[in-house]
Structures are given as structure tokens and as C-alpha cells.
Nanobody
Framework: QVRLVESGGGLVQAGGSLRLSCAASGIIIRLKTMGWYRQAPGKQRELVATITSGGSTNYVDSVKGRFAISRDNAKNTVYLQMNSLKPEDTGVYYC????????WGQGTQVTVSS
């Protein structure tokens, strides 16, 4: 059974940091391009960061310079380091493949207070 389990969210003040984790099971993600997605209240889910199997990264403009995606293939895990958080970063964060979706995990809630 394929599972994605996100963790690490929480309530943080603007300017703070969080590190999210996404542990995959039932699938080896080493050769997959992985992404972190964000769903803000009342909005559609959006892709905010991607990392290829080779480690190349890409970010939506709104998080460039503040977020960093990384992966540990030995742990079958993807991370999202989020710094200089803003209230507009508030939302539920999910990880998944890019271009083809596995069953979505429960996500992890990030709330940034002003």
C-alpha cells in the first residue's frame, strides 16, 4: 500500500521557520520527481517546490529564497525547509509526485500568525 505521511507543521509567528517532512512507504521515490503542494484556505492546491531525482530544485516565485526542498533517498523522505514565513504561507502542505499523483496523504497544517 502506497502512503505519503507529512509532518512538521504547526503555528509559527511571521518570520519564523518550520521544517516539513514527507515519508513515503510502499514506493521507492529515489528516481521520482517529488513536489510539495500547498492548499490555502478557500484556494486550490498549488505546487510550490519540486526536486528531481538528480537533486535539481524549482520553486514558485512566492517562496523563492525562503523555502528549500531536499530529499534523503536512504530514508525515502522529502523535506521542505521554510524560513522567513509569512501569513500568506498559511495552508495545508502535502507532498506527492509531479505529473502523476499517488493517493494524497493527510497533509500537515502550517499556520503563520502576523
Amino acid at each position: 500500500q502506497v502512503r505519503l505521511v507529512e509532518s512538521g507543521g504547526g503555528l509559527v509567528q511571521a518570520g519564523g521557520s518550520l521544517r516539513l517532512s514527507c515519508a513515503a512507504s510502499g514506493i521507492i521515490i529515489r528516481l521520482k520527481t517529488m513536489g510539495w503542494y500547498r492548499q490555502a484556505p478557500g484556494k486550490q492546491r498549488e505546487l510550490v517546490a519540486t526536486i528531481t531525482s538528480g537533486g535539481s530544485t524549482n520553486y514558485v516565485d512566492s517562496v523563492k529564497g525562503r523555502f528549500a526542498i531536499s530529499r534523503d533517498n536512504a530514508k525515502n523522505t522529502v523535506y521542505l525547509q521554510m524560513n522567513s514565513l509569512k501569513p500568506e504561507d498559511t495552508g495545508v502542505y502535502y507532498c506527492n509526485l509531479v505529473g502523476f499523483f499517488l493517493p494524497w496523504g493527510q497533509g500537515t497544517q502550517v499556520t503563520v500568525s502576523s
